[in-house]
């Protein structure tokens, strides 16, 4: 028999609940040791089902995109604690805690360490609680994991499938010990284990104290409303959208190895209340990093389908509905070994197709494509004490005009509630001087609602051995598309110091094997957003405004067409 909760208590346990989520989330910001996770929060907290590994409850302010991994993170360890009961291997008891990376099952990419614990209640697990976040360096050949050119995950960094860090509330110390050999920065590393673990401490202490307030029965019950109210929400949602199928693909410039285009498309059928996305005429699996697991693709669909649905609450009940098709024939749902480490660029190019399909089903509801790269940049090198150094960070483009507004300038990919990490941070942490950071002229899709703008980013080495460079990134020869008659964006654009002058990597977007001297700087160029609508709508008020702004120059706004080239650097898209 369900329980029946008055409103006022469902919002007064949402509230709460969200709350855990949040306090968890700002614990592990505010004590990480590396950039990545304390000033850019790429990192998420929840609560999941005792039986399932469902989400129930994600934090506010962590990554969307983890929000449906860590569903299939928790089912992992479900499983693994299923079968090692099943073969008297091992048991679950209070005080357990599971560490793994495993991108194949559950996770990402191996940078994204998971840790999740079960959460007891009269000698039965009640719910899981997890974090994940991600770690400055794992191993591999390329420091700071975004090998570009791995062809296996063997060399991208060290994996581990779902094991015990902690027995009993017991810590495994060898496990420490392992973690600490195989990473070039390996403080930083224990810092950022123990800011999760702690997390997770301050999850379950809140959970405890909430579920001695309202009791087990109330919790559960409320936990299957919001589950409900989701798949309800989205179900309606759906019945808003005309039944049809709905087509659209998009392209990777390469995968790193192989200097070819790699298709991502979609087949989206609508029918009453339910949704099919089908990826099978998507590439199949590539040489370098470009692909991602099964999980990762479904959860990028998630974060898709949330945008366009804002009204639908961030639980498993959402998806429902919905129904994925994402075969092993394909890039989009590899095993291991099939390298993974670019996964960002992949699911940024699902999240786009997601979105052109839904802006043929329903026009009105039209975002044209964001950015599309994280542009994984990792500078290395040594400190005159001979010790490591190891900076990485991701930076911001424009993202798409959408029927309200012009695109956001400057902002964050939409696989997250990330920041870009703050330039100051980055000096004082790193030997490195950023010599230009500012929005880029003329890199906005055109339209009634232009595209947002992207950025230039300009890197001089400080350190007296200089520092070596390397670059994963996406959009330099496929520019971020318009919607509904808008124009696409410039595309992306990097260029390096040699001694024989400037130079761009053959592969676009990605580069390994460069190293730049003391003095010498890298220069990143993002892409802006597409464009909503003609451009020959907008309003005249608002051209002048970009005009004084320095947004557009004089040139590109005379030439009455910016959806065909790139108009910082003459290149056509």
Avoid at 148 to 172: C, D, H, Y
Avoid at 501 to 521: C, E
Wanted: aromatic share 8%; net charge negative.
């Amino acid at each position: 028999m369900t329980k029946t909760i008055d409103p006022v208590t469902l919002a007064v346990l949402k509230g709460r609940l969200e709350q855990i989520a949040d306090e968890m989330d700002a614990t592990l910001y505010r004590s990480a040791f590396n950039p990545i996770i304390a000033e850019a929060r790429d990192a998420c907290h929840g609560l999941y089902h005792a039986q399932t590994g469902a989400t129930l409850v994600q934090g506010t302010t962590g990554l969307p995109i983890f929000v449906g991994a860590m569903a299939f993170a928790v089912k992992a360890v479900i499983d693994k604690v299923a079968r090692d009961a099943a073969t008297g291997r091992d048991t679950l008891q209070p005080g357990d805690t599971f560490l793994f990376n495993d991108p194949y099952d559950g996770g990402t990419h191996l940078n994204d360490f998971r840790l999740v614990r079960p959460i007891y209640r009269d000698n039965r697990v009640f719910c899981w609680i997890a974090s994940v976040g991600h770690w400055l360096d794992i191993g591999g050949n390329v420091p700071g994991g975004f090998n570009s050119r791995a062809t296996e995950s063997f060399q991208e960094g060290v994996r581990f499938p779902p094991v015990k860090l902690f027995r009993a509330g017991v810590i495994n110390e060898d496990m420490i010990d392992i973690l600490a050999a195989n990473s070039r920065v390996p403080t930083s590393n224990f810092g950022d284990l123990n800011g999760q673990l702690n997390a997770l401490a301050l999850g379950e202490r809140r959970l405890a104290s909430l579920l001695d307030d309202y009791g087990e029965g109330t919790i559960s019950a409320a936990l299957d409303v919001f589950t409900h109210r989701a798949s309800a929400l989205m179900r309606e949602n759906l019945r808003a959208l005309p039944d049809g199928v709905y087509s659209f693909e998009d392209f990777l410039d390469n995968d790193g190895v192989t200097d070819q285009p790699l298709k991502i498309a979609l087949d989206l059928t609508i029918a009453g209340e339910t949704m099919v996305l089908d990826f099978s005429r998507s590439s199949p699996p590539c040489a370098g990093p470009l692909n991602i697991a099964y999980a990762t693709a479904a959860a990028c669909c998630y974060v898709a389908l949330k945008h366009v649905f804002t009204d639908v609450p961030a639980n498993a009940g959402c998806l429902e509905p919905i129904t994925f098709i994402i075969p092993e024939t394909t890039l989009l749902g590899v095993k291991a070994p099939r390298p993974v480490g670019g996964y960002t660029e992949t699911i940024l190019r699902v999240i786009g197709v997601v979105f052109g399909a839904i802006a043929i089903a329903a026009p009105e509801r039209a975002m044209a494509a964001p950015f599309g790269t994280i542009n994984a940049l990792s500078l290395a090198g040594h400190r005159n004490d001979g010790s490591r150094w190891v900076m990485f960070s991701f930076f911001g483009g424009g993202l798409g005009g959408n029927p309200l507004s012009d695109g956001l300038n400057h902002g964050n990919n939409p696989i997250s509630m990330a920041t870009i990490p703050p330039v100051e941070i980055l000096e004082a942490s790193y030997p490195v001087m950023f010599t230009q950071w500012a929005l880029r002229p003329d890199s906005a899709g055109a339209g009634q609602h232009r595209g947002g703008l992207g950025a230039i980013y300009e890197i001089e080495a400080l350190g007296e051995t200089g520092a070596d460079v390397f670059l994963l990134g996406e959009r330099g020869r496929f520019a971020p598309f318009g919607v509904n008659g808008g124009g696409a964006a410039a595309l992306n654009r990097f260029i390096f110091d040699t001694p024989g002058g400037k130079a761009m990597p053959p592969l676009a977007s990605k580069i390994t094997d460069v190293k730049i001297a003391k003095g010498q700087r890298v220069r990143l160029e993002t892409p802006g957003g597409g464009g909503f609508g003609p451009a020959a709508r907008r309003d005249p008020a608002k051209v002048a405004r970009d005009l004084r702004l320095g947004y557009v120059s004089r040139d590109a706004v005379a030439s009455g067409d910016l959806a065909s080239a790139d108009l910082a650097s003459g290149e056509t898209s």
